[in-house]
C-alpha cells in the first residue's frame, strides 16, 4: 500500500515492498506478507475493515489501484493499513489516542462492500498499524508517545472484543490527543526475551529485555521518558533471543 492508497499485490518470497517502484509524488506506507489462499483485510482512518480476494488485487507489476471506488468507503475517509493472517491470529487494533483491544483476524472480515465497524475512534484519532501477537499470555506491548514517553505492560491486561473502541493502554489526556498535542508515535509486539533497538538519526539505543524491565508498568499508566535524544524516532528494531 502506497502513502496515496494504492493497492497491489506481488507473488514471491524475501520481496523489499520499499523498493518496488511508485507513482511519481508517492511512496510506499504498508505491506504485508500471506498466503494465496488468504484473504486481504483493509483498514480506513474511521476504522472501518474491508475485505478483498487477492486474486482482486492488481499485480504487482503496476503502481497499484485506488479501491476506494471498487468499495463503499465513506466520503473523506482513506484505506491506512493492510491485514493478512489465519482466521484465528490474533491482532491489536488501537488508535493513536491510545485505545486497544485484541481480536481474532476472522472479526475483521465483512462481506459487505460497505465494509464494517470494527475501530471506534476517539475524537480527532486515528487507526495504527494492526500489530500481530505471538503469545497472549507472555507477550508485552510497548508504547512510545509523542511526548518521549515508553510504556510496557502485559498483552494479557488488553480486552478481547470482536469491535469498539477497547481500554486506555497509555494515559495520555484526551484534550491533547485530540488537539494532535500528544499521541501515540509507536506501538509494537514484544515476544518474549525480545531486544529493542530504537533508531533516531545517525544514533540508536539498543535495550535488553532486562533494561526494558524500568518502562514496564500496568496498562493504562503515563509511562516513563526516555533519555534525551531518544525521544525523536526514525524506526523500531525487535530482536528475538
Avoid at 6 to 15: A, D, M, S, T
Wanted: with cysteine.
Amino acid at each position: 500500500m502506497s502513502e496515496k492508497g494504492l493497492i497491489r499485490c506481488q507473488k514471491g518470497h524475501n520481496i523489499d515492498a520499499k523498493s518496488v517502484g511508485f507513482k511519481t509524488g508517492d511512496d510506499y506506507f504498508d505491506a504485508v506478507e500471506g498466503m494465496s489462499n488468504q484473504a486481504v483485510h483493509l483498514i480506513d482512518t474511521t476504522g472501518q475493515s474491508y475485505t478483498v480476494d487477492v486474486d482482486a488485487l492488481p499485480s504487482g507489476r503496476s503502481k497499484g489501484d485506488d479501491l476506494t471506488g471498487r468499495l463503499k468507503v465513506q466520503k473523506g475517509a482513506q484505506l491506512r493499513h493492510v491485514v493478512m493472517g489465519e482466521s484465528s491470529d490474533k491482532i491489536l487494533m488501537a488508535s493513536d489516542a491510545g485505545y486497544g483491544f485484541i481480536c481474532s483476524i476472522d472479526d475483521l472480515t465483512s462481506k459487505n462492500r460497505a465494509g464494517k465497524s470494527l475501530l471506534t475512534l476517539p475524537e480527532n484519532a486515528l487507526p495504527l498499524p494492526p500489530q500481530r501477537l505471538n503469545d497472549e499470555l507472555s507477550d508485552l506491548i510497548m508504547i512510545i508517545t509523542q511526548g518521549g514517553r515508553m510504556l510496557i505492560f502485559e498483552a494479557s491486561e488488553l480486552p478481547t472484543m470482536v469491535k469498539g473502541k477497547g481500554n486506555q493502554m497509555v494515559s495520555i489526556p484526551a484534550s491533547q490527543a485530540a488537539s494532535g498535542e500528544d499521541k501515540v508515535a509507536w506501538l509494537r509486539v514484544l515476544p518474549e526475551n525480545a531486544s529493542v533497538t530504537l533508531h533516531f538519526g545517525k544514533r540508536k539505543l539498543t535495550m535488553s529485555m532486562n533494561e526494558l524491565q524500568t518502562f514496564k508498568a500496568k496498562r493504562g499508566r503515563r509511562g516513563t521518558s526516555l533519555p534525551r535524544g531518544a525521544q525523536s524516532i526514525d524506526h523500531i528494531d525487535i530482536e528475538t533471543h
